[in-house]
């Protein structure tokens, strides 16, 4: 006799969504971007229905990872104040290195409200640190907004292009490097 489980339905909704995203992490840092949808259901243990009721398209699940990045960051920020900018970018490179093949996906759509919305969340979390810096004289006076995003930019660039078990190693020297230039003398 066959024993049938149980669909838990709607109350499953979290827990899917949570799979989702953990799979499409992974297999984006795997494989790139561009990998079956179908592969990232698969990995997460739910059909292809539930990927698309969650993520109606490829665009949808990119930006939700980004998202989760960046309540992640907001959450550090909110429990322990301004980051100093160091650990801000150290927070930033690790995060970048997990999600490294989807910079370029996303930055391919500069007009997507939804990459002005995590630009501009991250525009807070630098005004706090690089305003933080300033006041304790970490940081040089001229540093605007711009210079850091570009940092942070060209830590994804770097983190996209090396292989993933050089990453950590590569974006934290990068970062070294960024930041002698960023701090006051």
């Known amino acids: 006799m066959a024993t049938s489980r149980a669909n838990p339905g709607p109350r499953a909704a979290a827990a899917n969504r949570r799979s989702l995203i953990d799979a499409a992490r992974a297999l984006f840092d795997e ?27 490829r665009a949808s699940l990119v930006f939700a990872v980004f998202d989760e990045n960046m309540t992640q960051l907001e959450s550090l920020a909110q429990e322990h104040g301004p980051l100093p900018l160091r650990r801000l970018g150290h927070e930033i490179s690790h995060r970048v290195q997990g999600i490294a093949p989807l910079m370029s996906f996303a930055t391919s759509t500069p007009d997507d409200p939804r990459l002005g919305a995590l630009e501009g969340r991250m525009r807070v979390l630098l005004e706090q640190s690089r305003d933080s810096a300033h006041k304790a004289g970490h940081l040089r006076s001229e540093v605007t907004i711009e210079d850091l995003l570009l940092a942070i930019s060209m ?7 090396v292989p993933p078990d050089q990453r950590e190693s ?14 006051s003398p």
């Open 31 to 57: 494989r790139g971007v561009e990998v079956p949808l179908v592969e990232i259901a698969r990995r997460a243990g739910v059909g292809q229905g539930v990927l698309y009721r969650h993520f109606p398209d």
């Open 155 to 161: 830590l994804a660039a770097l983190a996209y292009t």
């Open 170 to 183: 590569r974006v934290e020297h990068a970062w070294e490097l960024i930041s002698r230039g960023l701090e």
